[in-house]
């Protein structure tokens, strides 16, 4: 691969770009960002190769074989409908968006991997922090993480098969194959439905000098609540439906752990936490 | 010190007997245990000096001047009453219960510190892990954790002294002092609403795979939904009151962003979000 092109150097963008370098997984580095401050910065730390506005994106676009998104999952729709007919010949793009729904049709019937002359993989790294930015990225971002890949039916197994090598070696341990439904229902219940529970649990703190009585689990229950305001938003409107089935019946759970407490059943109470720790386990 | 006495051999106790040992805090460390077998790995181990049965506890007892319980509340509660009479005078007797109420009296007006010839000064060590026993014990378990302290009005400020010097000495880098009514009131927020929440999370997995779709957020929720079940059974029925206060404020919490989010009320999910963000900021 000679040329990899990042649209957006954020947390995510950069990461990509780092990780590329370092790694050596490629000749050139080509990055786009609104902010012209970080572009420079990334060049001059010898990150990326050559950095364009987003008014010269096309000219970045077509010279790229591969094209990672690393916008806000809006953005990524937009910046795919405008710029379909930009990308080089053959060449792979994809994306990071934590819903999916709003840029794969429904149904997936219709759905083709072409975009323009280039062949769309929607992806999504499960990769994250509470700290944004161009600053916190790094070239270990992705060490050991899950990377949950949308091919088409008619995506060309040569190109899934060297997209996939290349999320490997920048460092991810797995990559999960699955439909846009899927995923945004999987996804609605690991990462959504945990930053509402994180940051309803904050929202209830009777002081921010709750921690002097913290051991460890209220810390590690609502790092996540640090939360990237603006983008959560974009992912739980854009996830909703799937978003508020998963908090109901998270609300049964908790309700029916309730009422064993409250009516202090503790036999039910036992068999219900036994029963949870058991579960618990066989997902590790 | 010459002589510390710890009374069970769990994840706590022998974190304790390793920490005073490997730290050099005192001369002798004798422990109780109803495992014979955990005794002699401890003697063999050069953990502890000399084991003792519960039957001869007593024996053991009247020679320390410092004696951590570290068994189950109720358990607690019924080790002190029984054996008051057997410490050494002068004695700091301790605790690792995670509820105070049910040993401590409500009032605490006719609380003293005098129990026997010795002085209790109830405590609670702010470190847990999903993992319990003696094998997972280890001397830097308490490094960097809160201790809270439950003096009373008539504890010596002396005893006080020393103990407090021990538990820095331990490895912990905090002391909040408290009472018997606010340390639950609070605990039943850090602690064990978290593992509640944690435990109806894992309730209401669909399946065990869903780690599959993992990227931290979920992992690092139900971390301890490993749970002791016997254990936080018995803590959350002897809180009962606080902690069915504080799950219902969550509920309430949830329900608000539930629906902020079924009304795709943008402006106010944003705020809500960003309020979350910067009082979590503050805890840190």
Redesign the interface.
């Known amino acids: 691969m000679k040329t990899v092109g990042i649209v957006g150097l954020g947390l995510m963008g950069a990461s990509f770009a780092k990780a590329l370098k370092e790694k050596k997984l490629c000749e050139k580095i080509f990055a786009c960002d609104i902010n012209a401050t970080v572009l420079e910065k990334a060049k001059n730390g010898n990150i990326i190769t050559e950095g364009f506005i987003p008014e010269n994106v096309d000219a970045m676009l077509e010279k790229c074989q591969i094209v990672f998104i690393c916008l806000y999952p809006g953005a990524t729709k937009k910046f795919l409908d405008k710029h379909k007919n930009s990308f080089a010949s053959g060449a792979i793009i994809t994306d990071i968006a934590g819903v999916k729904s709003i840029l794969i049709d429904e149904s997936e019937k219709l759905q083709s991997a072409k975009l323009g002359k280039a062949f769309f993989i929607p992806g999504h790294p ?3 922090g509470e700290k944004e930015g161009f600053e916190y990225s790094s070239a270990n971002f992705f060490n050991g ?2 990377y ?1 890949l949308l091919p088409f039916a008619d995506t060309p197994p040569e190109k899934l098969h060297n997209f996939e090598k290349l999320i490997y070696d920048l460092g991810f341990k ?1 990559i ?1 194959k699955t439909s846009a439904k899927n ?1 945004d229902h ?2 609605a ?3 959504q ?14 002081d ?1 000098n ?9 810390e ?11 983008l ?2 974009e992912l ?2 854009a996830n ?1 439906t799937n ?2 089935y ?13 009422n064993l ?2 009516t ?1 059943n ?1 036999t039910d ?9 058991e ?6």
Chains 1, 2 share one sequence.
């Open positions: 499960m990769a994250g993480r899950n949950i797995r999960i995923h999987k996804i219940f690991t990462s439905l945990c930053h509402v529970i994180a940051s309803g649990l904050v929202q209830c703190a009777e921010t709750i921690t002097e009585f913290g051991g460890g689990s209220f590690d229950l609502t790092r996540i609540a640090m939360i990237n305001a603006p959560w938003t739980f409107l909703k978003l508020v998963h908090i109901e019946s998270f609300e049964k759970s908790l309700s029916q752990l309730k407490i409250e202090e503790e109470l036992k068999n219900y936490l036994q029963n949870v720790r579960k618990r386990i066989k997902m590790i």
